[in-house]
């Protein structure tokens, strides 16, 4: 198991390796919207993964495709509907403004 640190809260835990991104922010009891309902579809679960992006998983097609339809992406960029915890080191993840009830 490693660590999952949540920005701006700061909230630190721990996930097993194979973890859905989306479904452990939701576990630890953080807000963030998904209206599609993990498909990539819509882009609310958007975050950025500001360290140990070696941890996740790698970007997909349909993430991709979704992302370069989105405002205020950057290179940090993920859906958390799309991305596996690998378990492999520390990642820290930043919640973005509204879509994550901050």
Do not use: W, Y
């Not at 996930?15 to 939701?26: K, Y």
């Amino acid at each position: 198991m490693t660590t999952l640190t949540l920005q701006p809260s700061g909230k630190t835990f721990e996930f097993e390796a194979g973890a859905n991104l989306l479904q452990t922010i939701l576990a630890a009891g953080e807000q963030l919207v998904s209206k599609c309902g993990g498909v990539a579809k819509c882009g609310a679960c958007h975050v950025f993964v500001k360290e140990g992006r070696k941890g996740v998983s790698k970007l997909t097609p349909d993430e991709n495709a979704k992302l370069d339809s989105l405002v205020g992406v950057g290179s940090k960029s993920r859906l958390a509907c799309q991305v596996t915890l690998l378990g492999t080191e520390p990642v820290t993840v930043e919640l973005l403004g509204a879509l994550s009830g901050f």
